[in-house]
């Protein structure tokens, strides 16, 4: 099947551990994205790649980092993980306009 | 930055017509988005729109007033499985086509 597919699902951990959420897309676009929905429901963008260009929101700490492979992963590195992180967290591709988004990785830290 | 306003929480019988608003304040605007997200699921792309007017796409339409920073969007024949969140969204120029998303509308479609 064609998708945006993230793994785990689910991850629960503990705080101070460092974790990674794998993303993977098969749709052939050029940009992928993170975002971060917390329990209020509020999404909001975390970092926008393609191969040729990393942008961060200036608001996402430094503990978190993405890491591309290649142009179909965009992987999620965080380090030092704080109880504020728990949220779950989305992956998405894009060709240009509309973003096809992920499952989501819901992220618990205890 | 962005300003994104939209309902919190909007009630509509089913069959019926529900006009979902959304306001927003940003400096180079480059397009509007809508998002469908039900309860505990990704979101999926309803609608986009960049220039003023109305786009129609079966029972969803959207529509965009730049010079008011305003959109809505409009359900017909609204049916069950219609009740989700609506995320309104704004794109702005040189933001690697990041997205800010408002607070998102709850919509509840009863029989």
């Known amino acids: 099947d064609t998708a945006v597919s993230q793994t785990p699902k689910y991850l629960v951990t503990q705080m101070g551990n460092d974790k990674s959420i794998k993303c993977e897309q098969n749709l052939g676009h050029d940009t992928m994205y993170w975002y971060k929905q917390d329990s209020k429901k509020f999404l909001k963008i975390m970092f926008s790649?393609?191969?040729?260009?990393?942008?961060i929101n200036e608001t996402v700490p430094n503990r978190f980092s993405p890491k591309s492979p290649d142009k179909a992963h965009l992987n999620l590195h965080i380090n030092s993980l704080e109880l504020g992180d728990s949220a779950v967290y989305f992956c998405?591709?894009?060709?240009?306009?509309?973003?096809?988004f992920g499952p989501g990785t819901r992220l618990t830290v205890t | 930055g962005q300003n994104i306003d939209q309902p919190t929480e909007m009630t509509a019988t089913e069959g019926a017509i529900v006009q979902i608003n959304c306001t927003y304040q940003t400096s180079g605007f480059n397009g509007l988005f809508w998002y469908q997200q039900h309860a505990g699921e990704a979101p999926t792309f309803l609608s986009y729109?960049?220039?003023?007017g109305l786009e129609e796409k079966g029972r969803f339409s959207s529509f965009l007033s730049r010079s008011k920073g305003y959109s809505y969007l409009l359900l017909k024949e609204l049916q069950m499985k219609d009740s989700a969140s609506y995320l309104c969204?704004?794109?702005?120029?040189?933001?690697?086509?990041?997205?800010?998303f408002g607070g998102g509308t709850r919509l509840m479609v009863k029989p």
């Open positions: 729109n960049v220039l003023d």
């Open positions: 969204a704004v794109r702005v120029n040189n933001a690697g086509n990041m997205l800010t």
């Open positions: 790649y393609n191969n040729k260009e990393l942008i």
């Open positions: 998405a591709s894009s060709p240009g306009h509309e973003q096809y």
